[in-house]
């Protein structure tokens, strides 16, 4: 099909996520038809490198040939089976395989299809233990400023991004904010540790004031994405975990964008030696194949909810709760992490990234706090002026890479798979976008 009247049919009848779509006016939209590793092919026969991982979910390369054999195999088993009243292999294995990667201590799996969902079902979670643990009054949340869990309307509550919570806010529960421990705010001689600290202080002063009526505290572990990929010492992880400890307030850790191995352990609340109360997972953990998210929970939770009367039950379901197919999926990513120790081979690879990053851009006079933390890398960008993104957007493509700022600032969140020749290309088709996108 020729290029051009598959984006005007793309135009006229699909509404894209996220999108203005008058913008494709002058924008075209770009007609993608097949994937190969850690390229992406184009209607027109262009390569496009993927250096966002199709938004951060694809992990091991578009058309994986062991993925794609695991759900081959499934088709022809299963394809799918209500989740309510019924259970199958693959969603019970991969259950039990979670709950093994964190030591049992999150030992009950609940299945949803996307990661705005997820953060539904644990804000949901916890209000209702506390509710069955007679403390009805304990359904107010709090999150870090800058964060981003999702768009859906109870999702929004603990989404402090503002392009996505004004337009609904008429539709949103209030909730609270307390300062983000971002490193790039450290003042001079004052370390990512120490930032974190005084963060942490500020979340101590406001559960003190009002634990009473909190749930639960969520966190981005690590790295707030679409604030920026703004990132923070572990320090304050380790002590946000004691304070809800102390303030009988649930711990959420949204690791949809940043579990998976994306920050350089399996989840990231690994690094600072902790576990949460509730620990969501999406976008990765399917390999980029089909939508499927997940609530990992303590069997604490687990028994508040276990009892004969129907309402004391955990009241959610989604038609495609714990499909198979994504399972299988997700039990073949699992099974790739195992076989080729991926956690071990992305510490290199994450090496070799920033140090290709910080020959690129080390010197540029636009770039200001160049960050990395395992597989996810970022700088932002002096003077980029209106409609920046869009530029270096647009630039980036005629250099054959996909990449897409959020803001003023640049990030690379490639496949786990890029070798050294994919890394180099990457990174000079970026400097070549930003300098155009500066002109």
């Known amino acids: 099909m020729p290029a051009t009247d598959l984006l005007q049919r793309s135009f006229a009848a699909v ?10 006016e002058s924008l075209p939209l770009v007609p993608i038809v097949r994937g190969e590793g850690a390229w992406l092919v184009d209607a027109d026969g262009r390569r496009l490198l993927d250096g966002v991982s199709a938004w951060w979910v694809n992990l091991f390369g578009h058309c994986n040939p ?3 054999a695991a759900l081959r195999a499934q088709l022809d088993t299963l394809e799918h089976v209500m989740l309510a009243g019924f259970t199958h292999e693959p969603v019970v294995a991969l259950s039990e395989r979670l709950a093994a990667l964190t ?3 999150l030992g009950h799996a609940f299945y949803a299809s996307d990661g705005a969902s997820a953060t539904e079902i644990a804000l949901k979670m916890s209000a209702h233990y506390w509710r069955n643990h007679g403390q009805p009054a304990k359904h107010r949340f709090v999150s870090l400023a800058g964060s981003y869990h999702g768009e859906t309307v109870g999702a929004l509550a603990v989404t402090d991004v503002p392009i996505f919570r004004d337009a609904y806010a008429d539709l949103v529960k209030s909730a609270s904010t307390v300062p983000c421990p971002d490193s790039r705010l450290a003042e001079p001689g004052q ?32 790295v707030q994405g679409a604030a920026g990929m703004v990132m923070y010492d572990p320090e304050y992880l380790r002590l946000a975990r004691a304070l809800c400890d102390r303030y009988r307030v649930h711990l959420i850790a949204d690791e949809i964008a940043v579990g998976c191995g994306r920050t350089g352990t399996f989840f990231a609340c690994e690094q600072a030696g902790i576990w949460p109360d509730f620990l969501c997972l999406s976008k990765g953990i399917s390999g980029g194949y089909l939508p499927l998210s997940l609530v990992l929970t303590t069997d604490e939770v687990y028994a508040a909810f276990y009892h004969d009367d129907t309402a004391r039950g955990f009241l959610h379901s989604h038609s495609y709760t714990g499909n198979p197919l994504a399972c299988r999926a997700a039990l073949a990513t699992l099974d790739i992490f195992a076989e080729d120790d991926v956690l071990a081979a992305n510490q290199v690879r994450a090496a070799a990234l920033r140090q290709a990053m910080d020959a690129a851009f080390a010197d540029h006079p636009a770039v200001r706090h160049l960050r990395s933390r395992g597989m996810i890398l970022a700088f932002d960008v002096d003077g980029a002026g ?3 993104a869009g530029r270096f957007f647009s630039a980036a493509l005629t250099h054959g890479v996909l990449l897409r700022p959020i803001g003023h600032t640049v990030y690379f969140m490639p ?8 890394i180099d290309h990457l990174m000079r088709g970026a400097r070549a976008a930003l300098d155009e996108a500066l002109t």
């Open 103 to 105: 030591g049992h201590r």
């Open 386 to 388: 209106p409609g920046f």
């Open 415 to 422: 496949p786990y798979i890029v070798d050294a020749a994919e």
């Open 66 to 68: 062991r993925i794609n």
């Open 15 to 24: 509404w894209h996520p996220c999108t203005q779509m008058k913008r494709h």
């Open 191 to 222: 370390t990512p540790a120490e930032l974190a600290r005084h963060a942490a202080a500020a979340l101590e002063a406001h559960l003190a004031a009002h634990h009473t009526e909190t749930a639960a505290l969520i966190v981005e572990p690590l």
